[in-house]
């Protein structure tokens, strides 16, 4: 099973644009930022520990309607911008997958990938996806590579202390998605990256949560035809509010985000 949620793209028209909406209405730190070259796609990081929200964007649209990542992308930027796709982290992607394909997965053969930063350093990974991502299929796997940018352990340390405005470390605690099915989309989940089972959750609403290392993946049943807008729950790991003050509840690049102390 999985380890955490790695990360939640979303996409946007322009990342810098959205960068700093983001950091003016949510007190949130925008740092990372680099071009998926081969994809047609680049991006702004917000990093939240070893998790992060990718605010991604379109560079050049015939390399990203060709690629995996890209067409998830294209497809949310032309309903307006939103939540995209989402990855999950795991230490041994190789074995994963195996295990996974053995129950009758359809992840695709690991591949490598890498994404270059303004300074010149190259993040390096290998992931493993379905046939077909999007806001409700189930999230391509990841496994970083520990020995290039980004993931030396003075950087992970570093990243771990990182304040942001709102008021000190920021965590994912919880991402949100609407389910015109759920017991279809849940046993999807389960099926092709073993997320699951759903238990029902404390959130009530005839939702269903699964456990990702610490994080957790919540579904709320919708009969909506709508563009899915998804709620990331986050968390102050230190501030001066007592613990479970709501601190943000704002509506903004297709996503609703919650931020609370914990």
């Not at 730190?29 to 990093?47: E, P, Q």
Request: hydrophobic letters at 45%.
């Amino acid at each position: 099973m999985p380890d955490a949620i790695d990360h939640v793209l979303i996409a946007c028209a322009d990342p810098d644009v959205a960068a700093k909406a983001v950091e003016a209405q949510l007190g949130l730190r925008v740092t990372g930022s680099g071009r998926h070259t081969a994809l047609g796609t680049f991006n702004r990081l917000i990093w939240l520990g070893d998790s992060f929200i990718e605010l991604i964007g379109i560079e050049a649209r015939k390399l990203a309607e060709a690629s995996w990542v890209g067409r998830p992308v294209v497809q949310a930027a032309d309903a307006g911008g939103g939540f995209a796709t989402w990855a999950a982290a795991t230490a041994q992607l190789g074995q994963e997958v195996d295990r996974l394909r053995a129950g009758g997965s359809n992840l695709a053969d690991p591949v490598a990938g890498e994404r270059i930063r303004p300074d010149g350093r190259i993040v390096r990974w290998t992931l493993a996806a379905a046939p077909s991502l999007g806001p409700l299929e189930p999230p391509f796997l990841i496994e970083h590579d520990m020995t290039a940018a980004e993931w030396s352990p003075a950087e992970r340390d570093e990243r771990a202390a990182q304040g942001h405005p709102i008021g000190g470390p920021v965590r994912f605690e919880t991402v949100e998605l609407p389910a015109p099915d759920l017991p279809r989309v849940t046993g999807r989940y389960l099926r092709t990256v073993g997320i699951g089972p759903f238990r029902p959750s404390l959130a009530g609403r005839g939702a269903r949560d699964a456990t990702v290392g610490a994080h957790t993946i919540r579904f709320v049943p919708t009969r909506s035809a709508g563009w899915p807008i998804a709620t990331l729950h986050l968390r102050v790991a230190a501030s001066s509010h007592p613990t479970g003050t709501e601190l943000r509840d704002v509506k903004l690049l297709g996503c609703r985000w919650l931020i609370r102390a914990g």
